[in-house]
């Protein structure tokens, strides 16, 4: 029994990390797509309406339409698709990729633990508090050097990205209080979004894509669409189901400054101080090494 829980838990850490690689893109990408005037209406649209066209084939296939009526899918598609997309891509629009370290990733296990409390009542233990205090130990130094150094403002941007990390925080939670299936729980959010989202986008939002060659978009349409709304939800949903929301939530805000380590050898970019002071800060915070010192003591 106990073997089984550990393999369960490896299977968590799998897919977590594949999770990370992805959200890990995500920031560089949804950067690139605002840099190419595509608004942030027109990223949502492309994001829901390739999911939808690769994955209505799959559930005529499947003949699986019942579960889509849940309305806890609806609930869902509002807060994590609809809520959550149009918040994080009007962030990237006005404020740098390194604010999003801050703000949307940065706030996340904070969301996560606040809509624990508030969904499942479940109290801030001494452990989330510690976590806690790193993080924000390591977000404020990190906010400390870039205004030091010139390189940090606040602005709109920020407001969106802490709105969108609301959004998603509510929705990790929501994701373990109901347990759905992984593969009904995207595919129905997916759907849904799509379906609710994109006849407001084309009758009422503003539209730049004819500002935008076919090759970027088919390329921010199929990394949005296929790799951040089908593969990272599916193996995001299944690490939430085996490590919890909290856990989850906060080793995924490790993704963005993974990512920026990253760069150092693959676009020979220099490791930026605040980006390391903010990885220690968030690192020990999401890894809670203190854990492990407390099992040797035992």
């Given at each position: ?204 939002l503003p539209h730049n894509l004819s500002q935008v060659s076919i090759a970027n978009m088919l390329e921010q349409g199929i990394f949005h669409g296929v790799f951040v709304v089908i593969i990272a939800m599916l193996t995001y949903i299944g690490a939430v189901e085996r490590l919890g ?54």
């Amino acid at each position: 029994m106990r073997q089984a829980a550990t393999n369960e838990i490896k299977k968590g850490y799998v897919l977590l990390l594949i999770t990370m690689l992805i959200w890990g893109s995500f920031t560089i990408m949804a950067r690139v797509g605002a840099n190419q005037a595509l608004s942030p209406w027109d990223i949502t649209a492309l994001r829901f309406a390739v999911a939808f066209v690769v994955l209505i084939p799959i559930q005529l296939w499947r003949q699986e339409w019942r579960f889509l009526f849940d309305k806890r899918l609806l609930w869902l598609a509002l807060i994590g698709g609809i809520g959550y997309s149009c918040a994080v891509y009007s962030g990237f629009n006005h404020a740098p990729a390194a604010h999003a370290a801050i703000w949307l990733n940065g706030f996340l296990p904070l969301a996560t633990a606040i809509g624990a409390w508030v969904v499942l009542k479940e109290p801030f233990g001494k452990h989330t508090w510690l976590s806690l205090a790193f993080m924000a130990c390591g977000l404020g130094g990190m906010i400390a050097v870039m205004w030091y150094e010139g390189e940090f403002h606040l602005n709109i941007g920020d407001a969106y990205f802490v709105l969108g990390a609301s959004f998603w925080g509510f929705y990790t939670v929501y994701l373990k209080r109901w347990m759905l299936p992984p593969w009904q729980a995207m595919t129905g959010v997916a759907l849904w979004t799509a379906v609710i989202y994109l006849p407001i986008y084309a009758l009422w939002l503003p539209h730049n894509l004819s500002q935008v060659s076919i090759a970027n978009m088919l390329e921010q349409g199929i990394f949005h669409g296929v790799f951040v709304v089908i593969i990272a939800m599916l193996t995001y949903i299944g690490a939430v189901e085996r490590l919890g929301a909290f856990k989850t939530g906060s080793l995924l805000a490790l993704a963005p400054f993974l990512a920026a380590l990253a760069a150092v050898p693959l676009l020979d970019e220099p490791l930026n101080l605040a980006i390391g002071v903010g990885l220690i800060g968030m690192g020990i915070g999401a890894l809670q090494p203190w854990r492990l010192i407390t099992v040797k003591a035992h």
